[in-house]
């Protein structure tokens, strides 16, 4: 079978009368259906003057016409999806960041990005479902010539996603039609996917994971992937009884609200088994894991993603292999490695920076010479996590390096401490973070949501921690929330989250 190296390539395996993309009530849209979309997605784009390497700002809900327009539009253009939820401001900061050649809006739906777009003079596109699951027309722009028209070839860039920086600009970072299916092909492969499976996709589609591991690696494996339109907890169950999916990816806070629903569901779960269950984008608490894949009576791989390796980089693999709590698995696409400062490889069982290689992985940040210098030594991107592989090749993380608290001369995983809170009866989720300190730099506080129904105090948490942590460890300061902060694509939000809560050591 010969390398895939482009959307176009790889959307050209599935069987032409497969379902490719899925939404509740409404007729599936085929692969034949979907290679006739991006085709006619390309001439129409072509025909105002939009071509390969013209970058298409993508803002539209979570559901099927997001999936086929990411998939359409990379075929002959560079995609750009933003969150619908930018406010004004945000959208003028992405759409002249990006120099937007073109923006897509779905007809008749209210935007700030619509306007924002007028009055920088980017045109706009109206997006015209159709009556089957994806199928759309574009409809606005005016008659032109593109620079480079046709499909898009290996080297072209598929998509362009900005880093999610805490303080710092955001950062541009362009991925590559083999950049992205090789991360697809990837994930495809670790999942095993295949013509018969459907992912029911939860996950925001302006996010690489949802764009990559639910709809790109779905295709990858000629199967099909289901666009809801987002996640809802109340919905979730319901979804799953009606379209019979075959697995499921989404972020630890999804899969923690859904475990807390698991059980008075227990029928539909019995009747709409999972072959298995993903979880990236974030540590999931081993407790979790173990309760999820008793209650789903599935196997569940934690796996290891980031936007510059086009997601994922590590996964605990499918039985008969092993599922380990609390680690995000064996290398599943690049070359994995642990690095110290000075950029020398590490051997197995040494902590250092994880660092990545491979066909999936970015070959840089746009125009930010400064941050690539920093991001890639000797050829190898530096991930900016901290980890080490244990003796069976698994990689286990044990922080951001950004994140890691720094309490006095000592180091504290945050990690290390989420996972100790977390064994706790009383606790849903815990999320350590740094408080800022006049003497020792930083001291460590967490942010606790406690099960329904249970109580504890905080100096019972801070005895349980005692029990396994080093006194500087422990938690100096624990508070009680119903919800965790978090950030637009569901994950909870550690850097500065003292700050947000009002909290001074």
């Not at 596109?125 to 759309?136: D, I």
């Not at 027309?137 to 996603?161: E, I, M, R």
């Not at 999820?292 to 791989?301: G, K, R, W």
Request: charged letters at 20%; aromatic letters at 4%.
């Amino acid at each position: 079978m010969p390398a895939i190296s482009t959307v176009a390539e790889l959307l050209a395996t599935g069987a032409a009368d497969r379902p490719a993309i899925r939404a509740p009530e409404r007729p599936p849209l085929s692969y034949a259906g979907l290679r006739e979309l991006a085709a006619g997605t390309i001439a129409s784009l072509n025909a105002i003057g939009i071509g390969r390497g013209d970058r298409v700002a993508i803002v539209l809900p979570n559901g099927p016409e997001m999936a086929a327009s990411f998939v359409a539009i990379a075929g002959g253009a560079t995609t750009a999806p933003l969150n619908p939820a930018y406010k004004d401001e945000e959208f003028e900061f992405y759409l002249l960041d990006l120099k937007a050649r073109a923006l897509v809006v779905q007809q008749g739906a209210e935007t700030p990005a619509r306007g924002v777009a007028q009055r920088l003079g980017v045109p706009v596109l109206e997006l015209v479902p159709g009556t089957a699951a994806g199928a759309f027309t574009l409809v606005g722009g005016t008659p032109g010539a593109a620079t480079s028209p046709g499909a898009a070839g290996p080297d072209d860039v598929a998509l362009v996603l900005h880093t999610s920086g805490t303080t710092a600009r955001p950062k541009i970072v362009p991925l590559s039609h083999t950049n992205v299916t090789a991360s697809a092909g990837n994930i495809a492969r670790t999942l095993a996917l295949g013509p018969n499976d459907a992912c029911l996709n939860v996950m925001p589609l302006f996010h690489i994971h949802g764009l990559i591991a639910a709809t790109l690696a779905s295709l990858a494996g000629g199967g099909a992937v289901i666009c809801t339109p987002g996640f809802n907890a109340l919905r979730f169950f319901a979804l799953l009884d009606a379209e019979k999916p075959s697995w499921y990816t989404a972020v630890p806070t999804m899969h923690q609200t859904i475990l807390a629903r698991a059980e008075r569901n227990a029928e539909i779960i019995a009747r709409a088994p999972l072959r298995f269950i993903r979880s990236s984008s974030a540590s999931l608490p081993a407790q979790a894991m173990k309760d999820l894949s008793a209650a789903f009576n599935a196997p569940v791989l934690e796996s290891y993603g980031m936007t510059e390796a086009s997601h994922q980089m590590c996964s605990n693999p499918l039985p008969p292999g092993a599922q380990k709590p609390g680690i995000v698995g064996l290398p599943a696409g690049p070359e994995v490695a642990i690095m110290d400062d000075d950029g020398t490889l590490l051997p197995q069982g040494a902590i250092g920076e994880v660092v990545i290689r491979g066909p999936n992985v970015t070959k840089g940040y746009e125009a930010n010479p400064e941050a690539n210098a920093k991001a890639f030594t000797k050829g190898w991107f530096r991930t900016g996590d901290q980890g080490m592989f244990d003796a069976d090749g698994y990689l286990m993380l044990t922080g951001r390096l950004k994140e890691l608290i720094k309490r006095g001369g000592e180091q504290v995983s945050p990690l290390e401490v989420d996972g100790v809170l977390s064994d706790h009866p009383a606790v849903a989720q815990a999320l350590t973070f740094g408080i800022p300190h006049p003497m020792l730099g930083e001291e460590v506080g967490a942010a606790i949501v406690l099960r329904e129904g249970m109580a504890v105090t905080e100096r019972e948490l801070r005895d349980h921690a005692a029990k396994h942590l080093a006194d500087f460890k422990v938690p100096r300061k624990v508070v009680f929330l119903d919800e965790i902060p978090k950030g637009a694509t569901g994950k909870l939000m550690r850097i500065g989250l003292a700050e947000k809560l009002g909290i001074k050591a």
